[in-house]
């Protein structure tokens, strides 16, 4: 395979055209989306639904956290929300390399986040802050719900950093297609398409760390 | 011209049908699996009511009757039901009644039906663990503490869940994008209309269930105790979320065979039907009401009484939208010169029992009464009237009608008659008891029950044998009319729909030109 032959794209046989198909993906990933949403609203309603049944044990579990950390993992996501737009922008302009180096600065904040997510986790479960029935931690006085805190902390930022951890492979595969040149001024759906589950990764991420970090 | 090329001899071997991105062959391999599924939990029900024949443990052990009662209910409703209609003859017949080629991601299409395949997989490994006897609803606290494969049919309807998911998103980017020139909305088939509204309880419910069985997961793996009432959790929060999939779900099961009904109904009345705007409208009404009456499935959990009256009232608008597609199927056949070959009287079949089907869910959504015959065999009448009565026969009849358009061969109409008469007789004699047991008291899910109640399940057993014979009757007519039935002509109906307009059957890119709209989709004159 030539390379000219690798920047076309042939628009998939039953569509009639680029754009037909460049706005069926868009609106399949939109609706994509919606599933997230609605699969991280559960965990949003749950938490939502025993935050008033039990304020006590939020406010203390968030005491168990470092809000300085959570921070950093924001700004860090928001970063790299911006790379990931700049890298489209910059296809859009057709400057390849530039888009290529942005979507690598995406992936390293993405594994930024994935360590930092790591030093937390390891740090508590040390601690013995452990979800419902492991927990095992008796250094100072605790609720009795207390483990039900930690459930939802680990449930909601588990079940985010492995879209995390999706988000970063589809990144590495789009880095492997513009590496080959796939993508030209008129065709970049898939790095669309992945921008926004980056977003919308960032955007749960953005109500995740007020409601388990900074709860007052 | 039937001779040449079309979808099914174009290529030839297992890998061109497993790795195959044609909706119609993905359409067969679903059929396929949903005809096996359905086989294996008929028997799972057969075997229940010939332990019900006589009170007291005969055949089998209460322990083993409440494993069949499980796989039964997890298998009928997650791997026949849920991906029978949609899957199978949406998958065919969608982009055929729009005049596309294809679904609009077919790659993700042929990643559902594995997905089905996969999640299938990992529920039965759960036989290697002592089975399950949750029920298909995998109530917590029971579900966290049994000592058995739970966890293995938990992620395995997780993984039948995502399939059922990229199959409606599927099919909503495919309604809105690759309609043919000249199809707006109001030109699209019924069916298409009913596949569109089940595609979004498709994507917007079942996400909550996958969350939930999750949840549920880690509480089988952690102890995490969001539903746990030991470590605080609510068991009744459970009971939420999993309506609020659930309950939809059952508008997922029932929407696209309305659907069916009205290509019958409208096909072999020769008549235009009537209300199209009124059906077509009142399948996205259903949709949306049903995201608001999962509580009526807990009036006695202990939700509150306000809630409980909310949603009483709210299930009982579900009748609205229904009834006006009852009311327009019956004035499509006013006056229509109806032709009663079997698919129309399974069409008929519908609608006698979904109507009952559709009135004891009025009399369920009542407080008081529900509060009566909560939990008793009322309910499971109730519920096969809808899911047996309405979407089995609707799935029954919209294979007869579009088998010639599949496989380009007739099926023998005789049989295909006999068959409908089994399965309707037999229907009624199972399951009408079944309202009078619930009325008497008689509580569901038992193995056992005192004698009082004997005469009455005796004929239910009884009925069971005959849709059994009734369905035997169905899979030879198929075989026969696909191994030696007559060959078709591309359309023996004399339906005016787009799949009727090209080859029976079809080539592979569906139409030889792109097909052109000039009128609405039951225009007879």
Redesign the interface.
Known sequence: MTTTEAKIHKV????ESAR?EE??CK??MW??L???I??????FV?YV??KR??PAIFLQGATFLDWKLGALNTVVLLVSSLTMALSIYYIQKGKNNKAILCLCLTLLCGFIFMGVKYLEYSHKLHLGL?????FSYTETPTL??L??YF??Y??MTG?HGLHVLVGMLLIFWMIILAGKKQFNTSYYTPLECVGLFWHLVDLIWIYLFPLLYLVE | MSEGKNYLNEKKGLSSWLFTLDHKRIGILYMITVFTFFLLGGVFALLMRLELFKPGENLISAALYNQFMTFHGAIMVFMVIIPGIPAFLGNFFLPLQIG???????R?NLLSWYCLIVGAAVALCSLFFNGVDTGWTFYTPYSIRTDNGTLWVVLGAFIMGFSS?LTG??F??TV???RAKGMGFFQMPLFVWSLYSTAIIQ??????L???L??LS??RL?????F?PK????PV?FQH?FWFYSHPAVYIMILPAMGIISELITTFSRKTIFGYKAIAFSSVGIAAVSFFVWGHHMFVSGQSEWVGILFSFITMLVGVPTAIKVFNWVATMYKGSIKFDAPMLYANGFLFLFVIGGVTGIMLATLAFDVHVHDTYFVVAHFHYVMVGGTLMAITGGLYYWLPKMFGRMYNEFWARISFAFIFIGFNVTFFPQFILGFMGMPRRYHDYTPVYEPLNQLSTAGSWMIGVGFVIVFFVVLQALLKGEKANSNPWGAVTLEWQTDSPPPH?NFHEAPMITKGPYDYN
Request: glycine share 12%; net charge negative.
């Open positions: 998939a046989h039953h569509f037909q706005s069926a609106l399949g609706l994509f919606c599933t997230e609605l699969m991280f609203g559960g965990l749950g639904i025993y049944m039990y452990a979800p419902g029935a492991l009795e719900g483990p039900l459930s939802f680990y449930c079940l | 596309a080629k294809d679904v609009a991601f077919p993700i998911i998103l599927n909503i980017v809105h994008k690759l994507v917007l419910a079942t996400p909550v996958a969350i939930t999750l949840l880690a509480e952690m102890g995490i105790g969001i746990d470590l605080g959790g609510d929060l979320f890119e």
